[in-house]
């Protein structure tokens, strides 16, 4: 990581920049692949599979025998381990639940609002370097709340031609059985167009690499839905003295190791902590498994010494970070002054990763900058707010001269005709 000491805006745009996309570049490829499949449907899906799987595959669904067995061939304690965290997830979500909005704006104008359950819904859950269970549960919880009537889950199988039973033992304990044997590009516009094996969906959710994001992106542009724009994964920690620098240190490699195009950024007052933080990753990197796309990812990421608080929270509002960590003595003013991030998470003792299986907040959320303007998903998400609105022959002789002089000036005669044919008609029937 390199270390920034006081820099000025102008400087830490460009050192805190993402690591560029190369969008054009991805759509060359994106693209045949979205048309092949809208054309030859299952027969392209399965070609896809023998190229970049490796697998022939006689059928792309799961069967209910392999949904079944999974639950075998996942230990008991990490069952439990899903079973808390489901639990968690879904009462944070379920409490996320409105009711009908009834308002009477004025005497005989009734307005309603209520959510509605999109139909039909399509989970992308990634499964090549890490099998992404807990993904099934931020996307398939939430939808089965909602009501969602059809949830499609889509998964790349193995050379085998499996799907990790981890996420089949997620998918069936949710009660999620349409399950898909595509992952890719492939997976979206399988679901943007649909096949004889996947139906057509009406929304895409889920994370993905770099072309599962842009075949998402392309998607949008066939009447299909998607959660949100996103890039790969990243955590901004802001630490000073009264934090540990072992905790921040592990909470920067979590999110390194995810991939190698991940950023991680350390926003402090002290450079003497920095430089704990930084002596406690190497050490800590050593350990680590995925130590090799961890060091890539951290070539991609900075350490900013910021001394003037304002000037440091300007900073991370400026990122607007996917998930940022908070662990500063004045935590409350801090966390009060953040209007940009996807997820906070607040003191020494609330690590990232719990957001990213089990303390019930949603980890599918805005990355590349995104929490400028997106949620990330939770149970709106899976839901239409629709409008309703009521007027009774009271109500619209109260109203109905209002919207007469507007449309007179708007120039729509047609609208005010439709109130004045009603007024003229109420007129005569009081005579």
């Known amino acids: 990581m390199q270390l920034l000491v006081n820099p000025s805006p102008e400087k830490w745009k460009k050192q805190l920049a993402r690591p560029v996309q190369k969008t054009k570049e991805i759509n060359k490829i994106v693209k045949p692949i979205l ?18 799987d490796h697998v022939h595959l006689d059928s792309l669904l799961v069967s209910e025998e392999e949904i079944q067995g999974a639950a075998a061939l996942v230990s008991k304690e990490l069952k439990e381990a899903i079973q808390v965290a489901k639990a968690n997830i879904e009462r944070f979500h379920a409490a996320q639940m409105q009711s009908e909005l ?9 307005c309603r609002r209520k959510s509605v359950p999109i139909q039909r819904v399509g989970l992308y859950i990634p499964g090549g370097t890490a099998p992404l269970f807990s993904t099934v549960l931020m996307l398939g919880v939430p939808a089965k709340l909602a009501g969602c009537t059809e949830i499609v889950l889509c998964s790349p199988p193995n050379r085998e031609g499996k799907i990790h039973p981890a996420i089949l033992y997620t998918a069936s304990l949710i009660g999620i059985n349409k399950i898909v044997k595509v992952g890719g590009a492939q997976a979206i516009a399988a679901l943007a167009f649909g096949t004889d094996s996947v139906p057509q969906v009406d929304k895409i959710f889920g994370p993905g690499n770099q072309y599962v994001t842009a075949a998402k992106q392309l998607a949008t542009k066939y009447g299909v839905a998607i959660d949100m724009p996103a890039g790969p994964s990243e955590v901004l920690i802001y630490a000073d003295e009264t934090a540990i620098p072992a ?27 920095a430089k704990k933080v930084l002596k406690e990753i190497n050490e800590q990197l050593e350990k680590l498994p995925r130590k090799d796309i961890a060091f890539k990812a951290l070539a991609n990421s900075t350490a900013v010494v910021m001394e003037d608080p304002e000037k440091a929270l300007a900073l991370i509002n400026d990122y607007a970070p996917e998930h940022l960590i908070i662990a500063v003595e004045n935590e409350e003013e801090a966390v009060a002054a953040i ?9 020494n003792f609330t690590p990232e990763s719990a957001g990213d299986y089990a303390s019930g907040t949603n980890h599918t959320l805005p990355t590349y900058g995104y929490a400028r303007n997106y949620s990330g998903v939770s149970l709106d998400s899976f839901v239409k707010k629709i409008t309703y609105q009521k007027i009774t022959a009271e109500g619209l002789r109260k109203l109905g001269p209002t919207v007469e002089v507007m449309a007179a000036n708007e120039l729509l005669e047609a609208h005010k005709n439709a109130v004045t044919i009603r007024l003229n008609y109420l007129k005569e029937k009081k005579k």
Do not use: C, W
């Open 102 to 110: 009834i308002e009477e704006v004025m005497p005989g104008v009734i």
């Open 247 to 273: 905790f921040v240190a592990s909470d920067l490699l979590s999110q390194a190791e995810h991939g190698v195009d991940s950023q991680v950024v350390l926003v402090t007052p002290s450079e003497k902590f």
């Open 339 to 347: 209007y940009n991030a996807g997820s906070i998470f607040i003191g």
């Open 35 to 52: 048309k092949k499949v809208e054309r030859s449907g299952d027969k392209a899906l399965k070609k896809f599979a023998q190229e970049y």
